[in-house]
């Protein structure tokens, strides 16, 4: 992915699906921190993982639980979690409808940079 001053979400240019969990991810990202926003399916599980990568999530519409480092939580608009480097986590989706979410990572995950399919 070629670096930029500046995007989008909405350009297709750095937009892709992922398909487990089904969701749409754009990706952006500078030399040591990447943002995703990622538009998730209703009902979609985000499974248990951890990371070396410091995380915070921020809701902008829907609804999902969140367990992180063995604490549960609901979050709805505005709400934000942290994942700290090397703690698990997960994401559930509700089933009300789809939820946008950004991420952002430090450093930045290689693995993002890569579309899986455009």
Known sequence: MEKK???????PAITYKVESPEMIRSVFAGDNVLIGRNIFKAGELVPMHSHEHEQ???????????TCGGEKFHLTPGGICWAPSNVEHEIKMWDEGEVEAYDIFYPVREDWLTPLEK
Do not use: K, Q, R, Y
Request: proline share 0%; hydrophobic share 40%.
């Open 5 to 11: 001053s500046h995007a989008n979400f909405n350009d």
């Open 56 to 66: 915070f999530t921020l809701i902008i519409s829907g609804e999902c639980d969140v």
